[in-house]
């Protein structure tokens, strides 16, 4: 994966916006900025997993690696370890690579207003991908054009902070 995905998931994100902005169908609107929400929660997915690729290649132990590559060691039949696939969610993942890789003091961002704001974003992504209710109320509540775009700014600014603090460099989305 290359720079260049990312920004064209962020790029579409910037679409779906100016689409649903002078958009008069309600409908078309809400589209809109729910594709904007799916898009900005598959760029920070996208990155991290770039970002985890690169991390990889560090003499780190063989269980984070594992954990940054969405795998874990098992103990098979024949009493080796082996690496099988596995999930943690892209919270945990960037708190591990923050952690691990970086100067942050993982409580004290865990404490800021741009943290809040990812599990919020995560919540939403997560009330949408596994609903429990079916209802236009749940959508019009949650998915506005400005909530989408606040989703899309806060993981854009995130991808940010955490490409500074572990690789030192800037990443252009744009």
């Not at 003499?59 to 590559?69: P, S, T």
């Not at 806060?154 to 991808?159: E, G, K």
Request: aromatic share 8%; hydrophobic share 40%; glycine share 2%.
């Amino acid at each position: 994966m290359t720079e260049t995905y990312l920004k064209t998931l962020n790029r579409s994100c910037n679409f779906f916006l100016q689409l649903a902005e002078p958009e008069k169908n309600a409908i078309k609107r809400k589209s809109f900025a729910l594709s904007v929400v799916i898009n900005s929660w598959v760029l920070l997915e996208a990155y991290i997993n770039y970002l985890s690729e690169i991390l990889a290649k560090a003499k780190i132990e063989k269980h984070e690696k594992a954990l940054l590559l969405d795998k874990e060691l098992k103990l098979n039949d024949e009493g080796v370890f082996v690496e099988v696939r596995s999930h943690s969610s892209t919270s945990k993942r960037i708190l591990f690579i923050l952690r691990n890789f970086s100067t942050v003091d993982v409580e004290e961002f865990r404490k800021t207003k741009l943290w809040g704001e990812i599990q919020n974003c995560e919540k939403i992504r997560n009330d949408l991908i596994h609903p429990k209710t079916l209802t236009n109320k749940f959508l019009d509540h949650q998915i506005t054009i400005k909530k989408s775009e606040s989703f899309r700014t806060s993981i854009v600014l995130l991808i940010k902070t955490v490409n500074k603090k572990v690789l030192n460099k800037e990443i252009f989305l744009d």
